[in-house]
């Protein structure tokens, strides 16, 4: 192995940006005082939109970087842009809610720096090494931010289980990637896309393969695999919930992508009936779970469980087809998942989390304004026409049916339909329903309001505009 070179290196140059920006924001907090820890925040948005500014303007170039294990492409660098797009987002959304609560602290940015830099080296993984340094990287990162509100028993408790089972999902992974490294012996996962073809080794491979599978079913929240995601998303305070349910869902479909058509290709006619059945299951107990949900952070985890079902139908078609239409899906939803939990933020207050779909009752008749917002949100999140949303379910729909499997097509369409009733009855509770209790008045952050409203409204624009985001999928995988 020859010593790389800086030259060798530049495909890097975001990454190490990124992380060298982490370490330095670090640093710098160390000598802020409380009221101007702001400006560890505003670096780390402005890291993010230097690394994607870099990323679009072809900044190091493509290649592939230490001998095979990091690969910057087309694909890769369409999922780093949107990724660290939703996070920068993310970190908007979190710092007056944080900062109300006394809850924020420099490390907090500084993890999801950290964080996406896991998210970056996972969607780039061109080795079963890269992939799980990416993961875990990612995962640990995540534990910490789930556990930023100390004081809260339900804050300990999620971070508890999603360590615990974080860690099995975790095992399972690198289970699975050992056994394939033992039928193909290589790492390289080009050389195990080659070499699983032809492999006498056959059943240690597919038994890899299927193990590999269940870890990123448990990665993703799909079913049965999801127990951990409701009591996450709701113990942990809502932008750090908002931050882990948006942008890590295109880090894993990233590793999804690497581990199963590089690595896996040749056995596509296994694991794509795999996916498929944790797509009807996931469908399944997602959306029937969500319809009981009195809890608005609970909903929208069931909810999560039936999107990542329409995800895994993207992947289950196959091909550059498939993957294409479920890169679509994973950007739309990320950009919906951040407007659902946004609406969250944006009505709570001191002492009041807005949880809950009863506080969303008669909102309407109290902010019209933000009540159209929300329901902007969940228009799109059950798929309806024009909105963003739509479109995403369309391309999935569409790519399962294009793909030999049109029963699977078909019980998506069904829970499709099914799933729009819980987004309904928050609708329901805004419009037609007189508020309880006290009456809360919605956070006045002017950043945070706009920031809402171009979130929320993005998913109409986008509904008018998807082509180019469709085009921009299609192109980053050849289609």
């Not at 505003?42 to 095979?68: C, E, K, P, Y």
């Not at 690198?174 to 896309?193: E, K, N, Q, R």
């Not at 550059?320 to 709570?348: D, K, N, P, T």
Request: with cysteine; charged share 10%.
């Amino acid at each position: 192995m020859t010593t790389p070179t800086v030259a060798d290196l530049m495909p890097l140059l975001p990454e190490l940006v990124l992380v060298g920006a982490a370490f330095a924001w670090l640093m710098l907090d160390l000598f802020l005082e409380a009221r101007h820890r702001v400006v560890t925040h505003l670096l780390s948005v402005a890291t993010l939109v230097v690394v994607i500014g870099m990323i679009a303007t072809g900044v190091g170039g493509q290649g592939t970087v230490l001998n095979g294990m990091f690969v910057r492409d087309t694909a890769a660098d369409v999922m780093k842009v949107a990724i660290c797009g939703v996070s920068a987002f993310a970190l908007v959304y979190g710092w007056p809610y944080l900062r109300q609560r006394n809850l924020y602290q420099g490390e907090i940015a500084v993890l999801m720096l950290f964080a996406i830099a896991g998210m970056m080296l996972l969607v780039s993984a061109g080795s079963l090494v890269m992939v799980y340094l990416g993961l875990e990287m990612l995962a640990l990162c995540s534990y910490a931010l789930v556990a930023a509100d100390r004081d809260s028993p339900i804050a300990s408790e999620a971070a508890i289980k999603y360590f615990v089972l974080g860690s099995l999902a975790s095992g399972l992974i690198l289970y699975g990637m050992s056994l394939i490294y033992g039928a193909t012996g290589t790492l390289d996962l080009a050389t195990i896309g080659a070499a699983a073809g032809a492999t006498s080794n056959m059943t240690l491979l597919v038994t890899g393969v299927v193990f590999t599978v269940a870890g990123i079913a448990f990665k993703f929240g799909a079913a049965p695999f999801h127990m951990w995601l409701p009591d996450v998303y709701h113990g942990a305070p809502t932008p750090i919930t908002l931050f882990i349910g948006s942008a890590p869902k295109l880090a894993y479909f990233g590793m999804a992508f690497r581990l199963l058509e590089t690595g896996a290709g040749p056995l596509d006619d296994r694991w794509r009936l795999l996916l498929a059945a944790l797509a009807v299951a996931s469908l399944v107990i997602g959306n029937l779970s969500a319809m009981v949900q009195s809890n608005f952070k609970r909903l929208l985890a069931y909810s999560t469980v039936s999107h990542v079902g329409f995800l895994f139908l993207g992947l289950a078609g196959g091909g550059e087809q498939g993957m294409a239409a479920a890169l679509f899906y994973a950007i739309s939803y990320a950009v919906m998942s951040a407007a659902a939990f946004g609406a969250i933020v944006v009505l709570a207050g001191k002492g009041f989390e807005a949880d809950n779909i009863d506080d969303y009752r008669g909102l309407n008749a109290r902010n019209p304004w933000l009540a159209g917002l929300i329901l902007c949100v969940m228009a799109s999140l059950a798929g309806v026409p024009p909105f963003l949303g739509f479109w995403a379910k369309l391309a999935v729909l569409r790519a399962a049916f294009e793909g030999g499997m049109w029963w699977l097509a078909i019980i998506g369409l069904v829970f499709a339909v099914v799933g729009a009733f819980y987004y309904l009855r928050v609708v329901k509770a805004m419009y037609f329903e007189e508020p309880q209790g006290e009456l809360h008045a919605p956070s006045e952050d002017r950043p945070l309001r706009v920031l809402f409203g171009v979130n929320a409204l993005a998913l109409l624009a986008l509904g008018f505009a998807w082509n180019p985001i469709m085009a921009w999928c299609k192109y980053a995988f050849g289609a």
